[in-house]
Nanobody
Framework: QLQLVESGGGLAQPGDSLRLSCTAA????????IAWFRQPPGKGREWVAC????????LYSDSVKGRFTASRDGDKNAVFLQIFGLRPEDSAIYYC?????????????????WGRGTQVNVSQ
């Protein structure tokens, strides 16, 4: 059973940077596709980025492209989401999710494995 644990969230000011972590247990991150989603208060989960196990590629949503960078560390069995230039609209619970298919999906329902999330709050 694949288990995911997010960390690294917190309170930040606009313009700050944060690095979120998603540590996996039960399977190597190199063998699964891991995506980042976020859920702002009162809204649904939004796909943010996806790290494909095959081809080592990363996809980003247009809303975060250029400010978010996803990476992976096989030795730590973890993936990371570096957020630059935080904005108040980035405030959300950030989740990592995994699936065993070798492609990125934007759909929440296609990911059977989820962490509990880490809260990011951006305000002055």
């Amino acid at each position: 059973q694949l288990q995911l644990v997010e960390s690294g969230g917190g309170l930040a000011q606009p313009g700050d940077s944060l690095r979120l972590s998603c540590t996996a247990a039960g399977a190597p991150v190199d063998a699964v596709t891991i995506a980042w989603f976020r859920q702002p208060p009162g809204k649904g989960r939004e796909w943010v980025a996806c790290y494909k196990s095959a081809h080592n590629g990363v996809l980003y949503s247009d809303s975060v492209k250029g400010r978010f960078t996803a990476s992976r560390d096989g030795d730590k069995n973890a993936v990371f989401l570096q957020i630059f230039g935080l904005r108040p609209e980035d405030s959300a619970i950030y989740y990592c999710a995994a699936q065993t298919n070798q492609y990125c999906s934007l759909a929440v329902d296609n990911y059977p494995y989820w962490g509990r999330g880490t809260q990011v709050n951006v305000s002055q």
